[in-house]
Structure formats: C-alpha cells, structure tokens
C-alpha cells in the first residue's frame, strides 16, 4: 500500500482479556518496528523484524507481549490478559534499509 | 531539549520567533539521523534528516545541525508558527549485523504561543 496501515484504528477492550493488533507495513519494506506511546509521553520501543525474524525484542515489557511477521510483511501485536497499564497509541512503522522509517497512524488502546 | 526519562520535555516560544530542540544521541556508530513531528492524534512525520558526513542541512524554514564530537542534534525552526505545534522526535539509525535499527529520543513538545 502506499503507506503503512494499522488496524484497529481504536480497540476498547476489558482487563484480562486478550488484544490483537495488526500492521500493514508500506511493500517491500524489510524492517518493521513496534513502539508504544502514553499520553504525554515518549515512544517506547518494543520491538524490531527484520524479514520475518526479531533481532532485537528487548522492549517487550512482559511475557504477555508477543509479536510475529509472516511473509516479510504484515505484523500482529498480540498483548494476552490485557492490563489497565497497557492502555497506550501502539504505532507501527517500516522501512526499507537505512532510509525513513514511516509511520501508521497508530492503535488507541483502552482497557477498561 | 530531549532526555532520557518518561516525560515530555516541554518548549513554548512566540509565534514568529525561532525554535530550537535538541538531541544529545549515544552511539558514536550512529551514521543516520532523522527528526520527526508528531501532531495530536497522528503517527510521526518525517521532517528532515542528516547523515553522520554533514554537520548542516536545511530544508524549508528548518535546519539540522549535528556535532559528532558531543554527539547532538538539533532542529531549529525559523519563524515558528502555529502549525509548529506538535511533539518532535530524534531518531538515530544505527546499522549492524542484523540489519538497520531505529532508537528514538522521548520527544519534546512545542507549543507556539499566537
């Protein structure tokens, strides 16, 4: 696509249960990263493909995060027995080599 | 200026004055920088970015200035308006034996005063 796309736009869902979060990235882009925002503040990084392999998952905060890419492409981020701490934008976003990386627009999470 | 640290630092300038954010980076093996504004609601916009063999770029009513030897960066806006008013990121790029990676700064907002 001609940009990179994530969906759900806005996902409301109660603690405890489970979240799946989804993200197109731009074709052809080989590395793809994940990264979490509170309100007011900075990204967080979560995790980093490159292909379909994550060399660097050192940001997931917990073992109920876990993110896989199939094919070089798209991406789910899964967040298991969702807390109210997990309430965060959750954007995506890829690039082809060292070149811009571009942004979605971003997963608003909200457990309640 | 940016910092390590889980709150936003915060600027706020007249409109029509001139805006300075910077960016103290860590890894001397960083080659490529980039700066990204984020307004409310939306995911980073690519503003401008450098590679680690300049010291200077411009683009339109924004410059980029890197010093390698303290390992900063900054963005400065000419004539702030508005529209400025967004959240701004710096973005290292550092590639190694598994490909390129991006580490972001936590960002500062700008709020331009009318």
């Known amino acids: 696509g001609a940009g990179v796309s994530q969906s759900p736009s806005n996902k409301v869902t109660e603690k405890g249960k489970d979240v799946e979060l989804r993200c197109d990235p731009i074709?052809?882009?080989?590395?793809l990263y994940w990264y979490r925002q509170s309100l007011g503040q900075g990204l967080e990084f979560l995790i980093y493909?490159?292909?379909?392999?994550?060399?660097?998952k050192s940001g997931l905060p917990s073992d109920r995060f876990s993110a896989e890419r199939t094919g070089g492409s798209v991406s789910t981020l899964t967040i298991q027995r969702t807390q109210q701490e997990d309430s965060a934008v959750y954007l995506c976003?890829?690039?082809?080599?060292?070149?811009?990386?571009?942004f979605g627009q971003g997963t608003r999470l909200t457990v309640v | 200026g940016e910092s390590v640290g889980l709150h936003l630092p915060t600027l706020s300038v007249q409109e029509g004055d001139n805006s300075i954010i910077n960016c103290a980076y860590s890894?001397?093996?960083?080659?490529?920088f980039i700066w990204y504004k984020q307004e409310s609601g939306k995911g980073p916009q690519f503003i401008i970015d450098?590679?680690?063999?300049?010291d200077k770029r411009q683009g339109q009513r924004v410059t980029v200035l890197l010093n390698k030897t303290v390992k900063h960066l900054s963005l400065q806006i000419a004539a702030t308006q508005p529209g400025d008013s967004a959240v701004y990121f710096c973005?290292?790029?550092?590639?190694?034996?598994?490909?390129?990676?991006?580490?972001f700064g936590t960002g500062t907002s700008l709020t331009v005063i009318p």
């Open positions: 976003a890829s690039s082809l080599g060292p070149q811009v990386s571009v």
């Open positions: 074709s052809g882009h080989t590395a």
């Open positions: 493909f490159q292909g379909n392999s994550a060399p660097d």
């Open positions: 890894n001397s093996a960083s080659d490529y």
């Open positions: 450098i590679r680690s063999n300049m």
């Open positions: 973005a290292e790029n550092i590639q190694s034996g598994t490909g390129n990676q991006f580490y």
